[in-house]
């Protein structure tokens, strides 16, 4: 009886934590409410309810301003991924079936430039996160619009298979390449910024 009821305790434990992180009380998980931490205030483009788009600019040869629109219309992935965040390494935060953009389709759309080194990503509240361009171009990596064929809160989310959640930018708004080592808010704070998801989570002492 009491086995029962302390495995009860420990399951309600976990779906409680799942559920914090979700709303953004994790720390260093990236992508979810936790972001607006960062904010001082909204730019214009995040007070625009519906209407969102994307940037990519920095070291491309043709800079792109995209809707939702082309985003539709471009070439679909879906992938099935697991979100885990380093508080809570066992716990999926969130799963299913993300749908969206190849984001090395994006790049090469955009065409980067020789001496770009990193891709730098934001969202309309402060929040940043980094990929190199070897990660950036992996044919896994998307940009979602959708999860289990319904359209995300956050417009788009980057969806990043076998890394740590703090890389999974959500309401991402602009894109930018640049040739030195950008780091996000997390990597900068000293959490792994290659953020590969391992038995024992990287993080600062």
Avoid at 69 to 93: F, G, I, N, Q, R
Avoid at 94 to 108: A, S
Avoid at 121 to 137: E, H, K, Q, R, V
Wanted: charged content about 25%; some cysteine.
């Amino acid at each position: 009886m009491r086995a029962g009821v302390r495995r009860l305790r420990f399951r309600m434990a976990m779906a409680l934590a799942a559920l914090a992180l979700v709303v953004g009380l994790g720390a260093a998980c990236g992508g979810g409410e936790e972001e607006a931490d960062f904010t001082d205030t909204p730019t214009e483009s995040a007070t625009a309810g519906s209407q969102w788009g994307l940037v990519l600019d920095g070291l491309v040869e043709s800079p792109l301003n995209l809707t939702p629109e082309d985003l539709s219309a471009m070439p679909k992935t879906t992938e099935y991924v697991e979100l885990y965040c380093v508080d809570y390494p066992t716990v999926p935060v969130e799963k299913g079936e993300w749908t969206g953009v190849r984001l090395g389709l994006l790049l090469e759309q955009a065409g980067v430039s020789p001496q770009a080194v990193k891709v730098a990503f934001y969202d309309d509240y402060g929040y940043s996160t980094d990929l190199t361009i070897a990660t950036a171009m992996q044919e896994d990596v998307i940009l979602a619009y959708e999860r289990d064929g319904v359209p995300l809160d956050e417009n788009l989310r980057l969806v990043l298979p076998g890394k740590w959640g703090y890389k999974w930018i959500s309401g991402v708004a602009h894109i930018e390449l640049v040739d030195y080592d950008f780091t996000g808010v997390w990597e900068s704070r000293g959490y792994s910024d290659e953020a590969d998801i391992t038995a024992e989570p990287s993080s600062p002492e």
